[in-house]
């Protein structure tokens, strides 16, 4: 079994920063990509961030410039830092671990319990 265990998530004021982190724990393998995705109320999930096991990195419009998504391979984290941040960002932060490989279980896809990111202005 798989958990996805988020932190980071709290209030903070128009153009403040804050910083999340989401730590898998299990038997793991593998994990091919992890990531952020966010949902506001009314709205659709979107993504946020998105960075594979090599590296490479990928950011939703609104976030790019002032998110940056990190990962430690070896300790199955991911963190996303979010600086300038605006009352628009206020959602839920949801961490994904995608294409999961376990010693018991195929590849498949965890999601966190979500973190709550409130911008006030």
């Known amino acids: 079994q798989v958990q996805l265990v988020e932190s980071g998530g709290g209030l903070v004021q128009a153009g403040g920063s804050l910083r999340l982190s989401c730590a898998a724990s299990?038997?793991?393998?593998?994990?091919?990509?992890m990531g952020w995705y966010r949902q506001a109320p009314g709205k659709q999930r979107e993504l946020v961030a998105v960075?594979?096991?090599?590296?490479?990195?990928n950011y939703g419009d609104s976030v790019k410039g002032r998110f940056t998504i990190s990962r430690e391979n070896a300790k199955n984290t991911v963190y996303l830092k979010m600086d300038s941040l605006k009352p628009d960002d206020t959602a839920v932060y949801y961490c994904?671990?995608?294409?999961?490989?376990?010693?018991?279980?195929?590849?498949?896809?965890?999601w966190g319990q979500g973190t709550q990111v409130t911008v006030s202005s």
């Open positions: 994904n671990a995608a294409r999961v490989v376990t010693t018991i279980s195929p590849a498949r896809d965890y």
């Open positions: 299990g038997i793991i393998f593998s994990i091919n990509a």
């Open positions: 960075i594979t096991s090599g590296g490479s990195t």
